[in-house]
């Protein structure tokens, strides 16, 4: 047995071991990465910050918190811009779990933005939680003719036509875009259903996971942006001047990248030596 | 009565959906409005609940019958009663801050917890698996590692790297997903076909 | 902080080490955390269902606004739980039938449109953007590796004709690409797996330890 035969004889526990530690030291000593800012991030940027005081946007939250580390962050940041702007905000919430989500988020945007600016933010005024619908296919369409066949009352039960917010808005021709935080296949939906039939300008948040196979939509402009798992998150924290929970995770992740990297190299090494000594019958 | 009404039924929705699409009459709309995009999701709840029911029956059965583990079905179904009961409208229904603390305490740290577990996995994986065996495993292995190290500082090196990871999302990257899409859709497509026309008949179950 | 939020830290400190102590061996406390979260979440769903699908689309609509045709969409929705008996099982297909006929229907022109007709014509788009006089080289060079890129692994895709002579060294670019592409995805999947890691940790160190706090 040669020394990476043993090497790959460990206990794959050792592996976890490594990784565990090097992300509990790196996130206990303080240094920072520059976050550079893609194009695909800074458009949706843009985009929120040339509304005006009092235009609408649709803030889709489909996620629970299995996938909250990654899209969390780019809610706390876009709900910053928003209120910031005295953008008006509609949010849903798709995903079975996500209403918790999407309630926790409101709370803790409302609370950093009182904190910030001495102003409160009001439900019915300045933001209108809609609440959770199954079957996003079907919602997503009704929505897009009219935002009260789903969804008659807000998530706290008031009815919408007596929320003062909504008074000007009927359906996605009267808000400026969609920003779909997503973890599910619901942005598969916002996609052909909402952007597909009802034009409305769409970008999306998603994980890592997902964030590749949207390429496609970006280029043929049925998307007009995409932040992409934490580092788009650490980007939109950093482009709204608030680094947070993102940009701090972004300094471990290079830490945590550097040994994966390593064990691809290691593991590499000795698939070729061993190789070699077997004539290459492996 | 078995299966051809349900079929005829597919039929006639279906046919109707996709012509709606194309002549958005206003009969139509209504129609479209009102029973196509109102009633499903009152329909569906019925079905989602039918994995609830089948979810308590289980595990009432697992306890009664003391299987082994009997015990973990019992802290299911006291879970179970805790979030139904601070849902009640008396204490508040699902804006209930017992709901929300159940929900942030409870299932936010396991479920985000468990799904974290895969970090250490796929860690493991990539130390065992990952393996530059031939050309196309090659070309799998490149570039992922210049996906993973697009956003290093590396100095000097920082900018191209950066700008080659943008380059593989933009066009290699665009091209196979776009190709995967178009078969996903074709597939779409062609499977809602044969629902409609009673070829694909297996979400009926058998007799 | 509250008391009620200081208790629920550590009541979510214990569970996330519970299900962390699955990576040594599985054992009692990980399975506790497991059972615990199938039971609440089971019936965090059943308040949702109630609250923002039952009782403002069919309850009310029925009860306080007398609107009497609710009551197709809620017998259509009983006759679904005919599955749980073997002999009526049957009756069930019928609002199944009505639920997929409208969700089949709506998808085809759409999911036509977004997924097979726009990525067409995005591709299309991309030689009548090579055509223009002030094209770069870098454009053209680009747009031409999408070109061959979709084209080679639609004749990957494509299982009508065997794999050999030109459609198969096509097929041998196509996968070539697609390694590409999942090679990206691998590369963005360490990071989202990294970032639920990092996130929890974030959690044990500086809400529960309050480190640096």
Not at chain 1, 95 to 119: C, K, S
Not at chain 3, 8 to 24: D, E, H, K, M
Not at chain 3, 140 to 148: S, Y
Request: include cysteine; charged fraction near 15%; proline fraction near 5%.
């Amino acid at each position: 047995m040669n020394f990476f035969e043993k090497m790959f004889a460990i206990d794959r526990r050792w592996v976890y071991l490594a990784l565990g530690l090097a992300i509990l030291i790196s996130l206990l000593i303080p240094f920072s990465i520059p976050i550079p800012i893609s194009e695909e991030a800074q458009n949706i940027y843009d985009y929120v910050d040339q509304l005006e005081p009092g235009q609408a946007i649709h803030l889709a939250l489909d996620y629970d918190p299995s996938t909250l580390a990654e899209l969390h962050p780019m809610t706390l940041a876009i709900l910053k811009q928003c209120f910031a702007n005295d953008v008006d905000v509609v949010i849903t919430a798709l995903h079975q779990f996500g209403p918790g989500m999407a309630a926790a988020a409101i709370d803790t945007a409302v609370a950093r933005h009182d904190e910030l600016t001495g102003e409160q933010m009001e439900s019915g005024e300045d933001y209108v939680f809609l609440g959770y619908k199954p079957y996003p296919a079907l919602i997503i369409l009704g929505m897009g003719q009219n935002y009260r066949i789903p969804f008659p009352a807000d998530y706290y039960g008031v009815m919408l036509d007596s929320l003062p917010m909504m008074q000007d808005i009927q359906n996605y021709d009267d808000v400026e875009a969609i920003i779909n935080v997503s973890g599910t296949s619901a942005t598969d939906w916002w996609i052909a259903y909402g952007q597909g039939r009802y034009n409305v300008p769409l970008a999306i948040g998603v994980t890592g996971v997902m964030a590749t196979d949207y390429y496609p939509y970006l280029q043929t402009g049925q998307i007009f942006g995409i932040l992409g798992g934490l580092k788009g998150a650490a980007e939109y924290e950093t482009l709204v001047g608030t680094p947070g929970k993102a940009v701090d995770g972004m300094k471990v992740q290079i830490v945590a990248h550097l040994i994966i990297i390593l064990f691809i190299v290691i593991g590499n090494i000795g698939y070729f030596s061993t190789r070699k000594r077997r004539g290459g019958a492996v | 009565m078995k299966r051809q009404i349900p079929l005829t039924i597919i039929f006639i929705l279906g046919l109707f959906m996709v012509f709606q699409y194309f002549v958005p009459h206003e009969t139509s709309e209504f129609l479209y409005e009102f029973i196509a995009l109102d009633w499903p999701p009152i329909i569906g709840v019925f079905a989602l609940a039918l994995g609830i029911i089948s979810l308590v029956r289980v595990s009432i059965k697992r306890v009664r019958t003391r299987d082994e583990n009997w015990q973990y079905a019992l802290v299911t179904l006291i879970g179970l009663a805790a979030m139904l009961t601070a849902g009640l409208p008396w204490f508040g229904g699902q804006t209930s801050p017992v709901v929300q603390w159940q929900f942030d305490f409870i299932m936010r740290p396991i479920t985000a917890t468990m799904f974290s577990l895969l970090a250490f996995f796929i860690a493991s994986a990539a130390y065992r698996a990952f393996r530059a065996r031939s050309v196309l495993a090659t070309l799998l292995l490149l570039s992922a590692v210049i996906v993973m190290i697009r956003f290093f500082p590396m100095g000097p090196f920082t900018e191209p790297a950066a700008a080659t990871a943008d380059w593989v999302l933009n066009y290699p990257n665009l091209a196979a997903k776009r190709a995967i899409l178009i078969g996903v859709g074709l597939g779409i497509v062609s499977t809602a076909l044969k629902i409609i026309l009673g070829v694909e008949r297996s979400y009926m179950g058998r007799d | 902080m509250d008391f009620m939020t200081s208790v629920g830290v550590w009541v979510a400190a214990f569970l996330t080490l519970s299900i962390f102590s699955f990576l040594y061996k599985d054992n009692p406390f990980y399975k506790f955390a497991e059972h615990l979260m199938v039971g609440v979440s089971a019936g965090y769903w059943v308040i949702l269902l109630f609250y923002n699908v039952l009782l403002p689309d069919a309850i009310d609509p029925l009860f306080t606004e007398g609107k009497w045709y609710y009551i197709i969409p809620l017998i259509l929705g009983l006759l679904m739980w005919t599955r749980l008996f073997k002999k009526t099982a049957w009756i069930s297909r019928y609002p199944l039938a009505f639920y997929l006929g409208i969700a089949t229907g709506v998808a085809i022109p759409l999911e036509m449109k977004a997924k097979v007709i726009e990525q067409l014509y995005g591709s299309v788009g991309l030689v009548a953007q090579m055509h223009e006089m002030d094209a770069g080289f870098g454009t053209v060079i680009n747009n031409v590796v999408i070109l061959i890129g979709v084209f080679s692994s639609l004749i990957y895709f494509f299982f009508s004709k065997e794999h050999t002579g030109i459609t198969g060294r096509v097929s041998q670019v196509g996968i070539g690409v697609l390694m590409i592409g999942f090679g990206a995805s691998f590369g963005f999947t360490v990071m989202a797996r990294v970032s639920l890691l990092i996130e929890r940790v974030q959690f044990l160190l500086f809400e529960w330890l309050k480190f640096g706090a």
